[in-house]
């Protein structure tokens, strides 16, 4: 049958006068009459069978065997001899309308318009769909390319079975359908090509039953055609289905247009061997290379054997009829074997060299389209690494920069440069590729030669943005340099002029506190030596602030955006400025206090002379007249009386000399007002003086009473002046520190001397007696209370009773305040303790009664 050879395209349509007009008296006509059903049927599945058998299989029913969609794509790839897309073997019903849809995208990629015709209906078991789509594989693959005398298709294959039919009698095919009823058209058309297998004479046009079924069984067994209509259908159907007729006589043609057909065939090969169009891809050229060898193995093997056959039935058509004196057999102008012969040739010259043609352009397809592929890979990773450098270099970022981050831009962009000249082999190997494609005309040489020529463009002016961008980096570094070293100098110089401001800030403003003449002028010259500085400070300063002035200069002169602040210190010019500004103000302020200080130390040196003058003629006065009552208190020769006036004749110039002491009081209150603390013009303060008057006061009203007290025991105890001589200088002889006191160990040193045989009980005894309130001392007072206990020869409680009435001024009762006034300190706590209150005749609060004292006391002892 009919074999499609690879690499010929058909573009046929069919037009809308031509079968689609038919189609739709079909789909009428298939409504009124189910007879053309059956005859298309039968006719349709025995020439898919004709096919499919040649790939081992066949149908049955032909509306349920095709809706898998997989024998329907078997049918298509054995008719066609091309590769359908690999067929989905799922058996959902999706799977099955894939493969449907697989099978009518093919047919429509023949040209061929499917009418009404979908993947559900074939799916489905759409008998009248399925129908219609075989009928349009039959139209497109076996009558689309007959072609007689300027016709085709129908037509012509009309018009060959006229020209063949035309020298037998009783035989006028007009149409495909009541033309065939007798079948002396098919016998007709097996004897004008192959007379040796029918005798056309002994026909009967009145047996067309037998007719038909004579040709259909030679057609079967001679000429391979399988039997496609029953002969009572074609008989006794008034108008027999056209479809299936055309379907079954194109098998003739098919048979018996051999020489044509393979001319034909021939024709349509040498152009597609001859054409030396490159494809582009690599892919389509070993599409090609598959066609060939398809062509080698599939399509050239049987047409040799057709060309073999045809040689071989001319030669034996000739022979039986010579030996039946029949005319030998002429076929028409250009059919003949030496055409086929000629046209076999010119096949053989095209076909030379065309696998090696196919060779060497798919070598070079493969080399192509590596290069292409390594173009496209190395130009993505070039383009993607260059992606957005040209905005980088591009930025002024430096302009805004720090000295720091300058230099990291530095370093950043000279690891940049190192990467740029890294990328300069790629570059380079781009170039060389594209040059390399130019060379072998690859097809998208355009593209590559444009995207070659942007990469180069890109890194020409990269290098330029990266030289250009280093010079700006170098410059601005050169620039920070400096403003970094003024900054620096600035910093250097700022810090110490500017703690030597505070310093001289904080001394200017220093609350100095001076005592001395000394001291201030001191200050003064230290001021002076200060101000003194000040013009070499300006200079500094003016120094100072040129350098910050240079940097701002080379910022406005470079155009350079960034903080004019030093990173190096926290002083800013304007602090310096209002520093200066201040010790300038403060110098002529603390000249003003100085001198107002200096003035009134000079008035506080005034009064520490005036004091100091007063002060070192008190001082020696007091301590004299100290000396002097010391000296008449321990005076062991004249009368108590005489010591005594001579006692009053020092209280009496002791009161008198109060006024200068109230002098000097004035005069200290002066200094303490003027806050001076110190006098180095004497040795003597207001406390020394203080004191030592209230010691004089204390000691002269002290000693006046001790004389009383020892005139008032003299007389009470009948001691006579001699014994009162003797008791003074045996205590003056004992007090070793001549304070006025013994401690217990003179004591007891002194009651030795004086023969007492002293056990520890009874040195405890007399000492409560002359100390009873426990100070560890023993006054004059209470020694001579003791001495004369132990030596008067009658002391009685009445003489003790008489002294105490002298000393209450003769009250029946004392008081507190009169025994610390008359007696020594010890003796007067000690009657205080243990005299009893007095509530006798006139008692008043505080009254001590005496007399009970002296007599328990006396009552308790031997005295």
């Known amino acids: 049958m ?5 690499g010929v395209q058909y573009n046929y349509v069919y037009e809308d006068d031509e079968y689609m007009i038919q189609e739709e008296e079909w789909d009428r006509d298939l409504l009124l009459d189910p007879a053309w059903e059956k005859q298309q049927r039968k006719t349709f599945t025995a020439w898919c069978n004709s096919h499919l058998r040649k790939a081992g299989t066949q149908i049955e029913n032909i509306e349920e065997d095709f809706r898998n969609g997989l024998k329907l794509m078997l049918l298509l790839e054995v008719i066609s001899g091309e590769r359908l897309p690999k067929p989905d073997r799922g058996k959902m019903r999706f799977h099955k309308i894939a493969n449907v849809n697989k099978a009518l995208d093919y047919i429509a990629s023949k040209g061929v318009k499917l009418v009404s015709i979908g993947a559900e209906e074939i799916v489905d078991g759409n008998v009248k769909m399925t129908l219609g789509m075989i009928w349009t594989i039959i139209l497109r693959f076996a009558i689309q390319d007959i072609s007689v005398e300027e016709t085709s298709a129908k037509e012509g294959l009309l018009l060959w079975c006229q020209r063949k039919t035309a020298p037998y009698r009783n035989v006028n095919i007009q149409n495909f359908h009541t033309s065939w009823k007798d079948g002396l058209g098919l016998c007709a058309l097996i004897h004008r090509h192959r007379p040796d297998l029918i005798d056309y004479s002994k026909l009967n046009k009145d047996d067309p039953i037998g007719n038909i079924n004579l040709a259909m069984e030679i057609a079967e067994k001679h000429l391979d055609i399988p039997k496609m209509l029953d002969a009572e259908d074609l008989v006794y159907t008034a108008r027999p289905d056209e479809r299936a007729i055309m379907t079954y006589v194109s098998c003739y043609y098919h048979a018996f247009a051999g020489a044509q057909k393979l001319l034909e065939w021939i024709r349509r090969t040498i152009p597609w061997l001859e054409n030396r169009t490159p494809e582009k891809a690599m892919h389509a050229m070993q599409q090609k290379l598959e066609d060939f060898r398809d062509y080698r193995r599939k399509h050239k093997p049987p047409k040799v054997q057709e060309k073999c056959q045809l040689e071989i039935n001319f030669n034996t058509l000739q022979t039986k009829l010579r030996i039946s004196n029949r005319p030998a057999f002429m076929p028409s102008e250009g059919k003949m074997v030496s055409d086929i012969a000629g046209a076999w040739q010119r096949l053989e010259q095209a076909e030379k060299g065309y696998e090696e043609w196919l060779l060497n352009e798919i070598r070079r397809l493969e080399r192509v389209e590596h290069l292409a592929e390594k173009f496209k890979q190395k130009a993505s990773t070039h383009e993607t690494w260059a992606y957005g450098k040209e905005q980088i270099l591009l930025q002024k970022d430096y302009e805004s920069a720090t000295l720091t981050e300058v230099r990291a831009m530095l370093r950043k962009h000279e690891a940049f440069e190192s ?3 890294a990328h300069q082999d790629r570059v380079e190997q781009i170039a060389a590729i594209a040059q390399e494609l130019n060379e072998l005309d690859y097809h998208d040489a355009v593209n590559v030669n444009d995207r070659c020529q942007k990469i180069c463009d890109q890194w020409d002016r990269l290098g330029t943005l990266t030289q250009k961008r280093r010079e700006a980096l170098e410059r601005t570094e050169k620039l920070l340099e400096t403003i970094d070293q003024l900054h620096l100098e600035f910093a250097k110089r700022a810090a110490p002029f500017n703690n030597w401001m505070e310093g001289a800030m904080e001394d200017l403003q220093d609350m100095f506190i001076v005592h001395s003449i000394e001291e201030i002028q001191s200050l003064i010259t230290a001021h002076e030596q200060f101000k003194a500085t000040l013009p070499e400070a300006d200079g500094e300063r003016q120094s100072i602030m040129a350098i910050q002035n240079e940097v701002e200069k080379v910022i406005q002169s470079y155009s350079i955006r960034i903080s004019s602040s030093n990173p190096y210190s926290t002083v800013t010019v304007d602090e310096l400025r209002a520093k200066w500004d201040k010790v300038k103000q403060l110098v002529p302020i603390r000249d003003q206090s100085l001198q107002e200080e200096l003035a009134r130390q000079h008035a506080n040196e005034r009064l520490r002379r005036q004091f100091a003058a007063q002060a070192n003629a008190i001082g020696p006065w007091i301590q004299n007249k100290m000396e002097e009552i010391a000296r008449s208190s321990i005076q062991i ?20 000399y109060k006024n200068n002491i109230d002098k000097l009081e004035g005069d200290h209150q002066l200094i303490q007002e003027a806050l001076v603390f110190d006098n180095k013009h004497t040795n003597y303060t207001m406390e020394h003086i203080r004191v030592g008057w209230e010691v004089l006061l204390t000691t002269i009203a002290r000693t006046i009473n001790e004389v009383e007290t020892q005139i008032l025991t003299r007389d009470a105890k009948g001691i006579t002046q001699e014994q009162m001589n003797e ?22 040193a002194c009651l030795i001397s004086m023969g007492y045989d002293l ?3 009874e040195f405890a005894r007399i000492m409560t007696l002359v100390d009873p309130n426990g100070q560890g001392t023993v006054t004059f007072q209470s020694f001579i209370d003791f001495m004369t206990r132990e030596t008067a020869d009658t002391d009685t409680a009445e003489q003790v009773i008489a002294s105490f009435r002298i000393l209450a001024s003769d009250k029946p009762y004392i008081l507190a305040e009169e025994l610390r006034r008359e007696l020594p300190p010890d003796q007067a706590q000690y009657c205080i303790k243990r005299m009893p209150a007095y509530s006798g005749p006139g008692s008043v609060p505080g009254a001590l009664d005496y007399t009970a004292f002296s007599s328990a006391l006396y009552g308790e002892s031997d005295l």
Not at 735 to 740: F, W
């Open 2 to 6: 009919n074999q499609i050879e690879p």
């Open 419 to 421: 990467d740029l000249a």
């Open 637 to 656: 020769t004249g009368a108590l009386e005489d010591q005594m006036n001579q006692l009053k004749q020092y209280e009496h110039n002791i009161i008198n």
């Open 727 to 748: 008791f003074r200088a045996s205590f003056n002889h004992f007090d070793r520190r001549k304070n006025g006191l013994m401690d217990h160990e003179d004591f007891r």
């Open 759 to 761: 056990g520890e009980a």
